[in-house]
């Protein structure tokens, strides 16, 4: 079965930097677009970035744009956010999903706090 | 950016009722729209893609209509376990958007 499992997350410092994982398993991960999508306690769902297959194009949604990076290791079924300069209002949960232009598996998010 | 408006953002309802949400686009995208349930805790579930397309597991009470800017979602029978949040997204384009989101409870 399709399974997404997120890691990396923490407390962080503002313009500290960390870096999420999703580990992917169940189905052929180098044949689907992936997307990163957060969640803010309390608040609504905001996309934050795509990938397709080779890594090739990438999405960024403008807020976080210059300072996050998305990136796939497709031999080791992974998907990675770097987070850097990061600020307190990009605690959240983030979660990796597969992407058919709908997001159809999640995973269960890794929950990043930035705060001093 | 593509703004989804959905309303109303909360809703009061009882077991077995008939209940509509409705999801308005900025600009016409189509038939290109998702529709998720969430749980307290847990991540999104995929219930409608392309407006009315049911995903796999999903229960027939649930449905999907629209094209352009407007959708519905409906639950033709509220059943206890649908009492969630639920949201739209669009993939028309990027940045893909999400709704604010539609609370559901418990009358």
């Known amino acids: 079965q399709v399974q997404l499992v997120e890691s990396g997350g923490g407390l962080v410092k503002p313009g500290g930097s960390l870096r999420l994982s999703c580990a992917a398993s169940g189905f052929a991960f180098s044949d689907y677009y992936m997307s990163w999508i957060r969640q803010a306690p309390g608040k609504g769902l905001e996309w934050v970035s795509y990938i397709r297959f080779s890594g090739n194009t990438v999405y960024y949604a403008d807020s976080v744009k210059g300072r996050f990076t998305i990136s796939r290791d497709n031999a080791k079924n992974s998907l990675y956010l770097q987070m850097n300069g990061l600020r307190a209002e990009d605690t959240a949960v983030y979660y990796c999903?597969?992407?058919?232009?709908?997001?159809?598996?999640w995973g269960q998010g890794t929950m990043v706090t930035v705060s001093s | 950016a593509i703004q989804l408006t959905q309303s109303p953002l909360s809703l009061s309802a009882s077991v077995g009722d008939r209940v509509t949400v409705t999801c308005r686009a900025s600009q016409a995208i189509s038939s290109a729209l998702a529709w998720y349930q969430q749980k307290p805790g847990k991540p999104p579930k995929l219930l409608i893609y392309?407006?009315?397309s049911l995903e796999s597991g999903v229960p027939s009470r649930f449905s999907g209509s629209g094209s352009g800017t407007d959708f519905t979602l409906t639950i033709s029978s509220l059943q206890p376990e649908d009492f969630a949040t639920y949201y739209c997204?669009?993939?028309?384009?990027?940045?893909?958007?999400f709704g604010q989101g539609t609370k559901l409870e418990i009358k």
């Open positions: 392309d407006a009315s």
């Open positions: 997204q669009q993939f028309n384009n990027y940045p893909r958007t």
């Open positions: 999903a597969r992407d058919q232009d709908a997001f159809d598996f």
